[in-house]
């Protein structure tokens, strides 16, 4: 247990030195699932501790996954043996990737999720304002095309997590200008 105690301890400083991304923000490391262990009256051999891993620019999978190990293996006792694998998956690692705030792709969503939540009756604030998007995406896979992340909802409010809750919701109004905002956006582009 000790040692699981020591890799949890690497894993919630490994991002203490990591530069910000000036768009995206930190890198975030978050431990989702630990198992190990046969018995209750047993200490465990061995256990396995699985992460959650939001990138930024100009992180790769692979330096990610070396840099883990290394900072595992500093923190835990010279006799336990440190494995950091990527996790196997149909898809590809998603690997972090930033679309200039000033692409001619990003001020189009911008103006026409402005415009278009304007034209709903939206608040300012609900539309049209680039920030990093803090939850996972599969929008890597198109980068390094310009690729931004768009849509209406929240993924957290002030009472707590909005998206994946059983509380989940989306206001009807910014689907609506969500709607309007992704055909004014394929007008602007395409002419």
């Known amino acids: 247990m000790a040692a699981a105690e020591d890799a949890l301890a690497a894993i919630r400083t490994f991002d203490d030195d990591a530069e910000a991304h000036p768009q995206l923000g930190p890198p975030k490391l978050t431990p989702t699932v630990i198992e190990g262990g046969e018995a209750t009256n047993q200490v465990p ?14 992180e790769s999978a692979e330096e990610f996954r070396r840099a883990l190990a290394d900072a595992v293996r500093t923190r835990v006792s010279a006799d336990v043996g440190v494995e950091v694998a990527l996790t196997d998956r149909e898809s590809p690692f998603l690997e972090a ?15 026409a999720a402005r415009d278009a939540g304007a034209a709903v009756g939206l608040p300012a604030d609900r539309g049209g304002v680039v ?7 599969e929008a890597s896979y198109f980068a390094p095309a310009p690729t931004v992340v768009f849509g209406p909802g929240d993924l957290a409010d002030e009472t707590g997590a909005v998206a994946h809750a059983e509380r989940e919701y989306v206001r009807v109004r910014e689907v609506e200008a969500a709607a309007e905002a992704v055909e004014r956006t394929i007008t602007g582009m395409l002419g």
């Open 97 to 111: 990737f930033a679309t200039d705030p000033d692409h001619a792709l990003v001020e189009t969503v911008v103006a």
């Open 45 to 58: 051999a061995d256990c396995a501790i699985t992460v959650d891993r939001r990138s930024v620019p100009p």
């Open 131 to 137: 920030r990093p998007f803090g939850a996972a995406t």
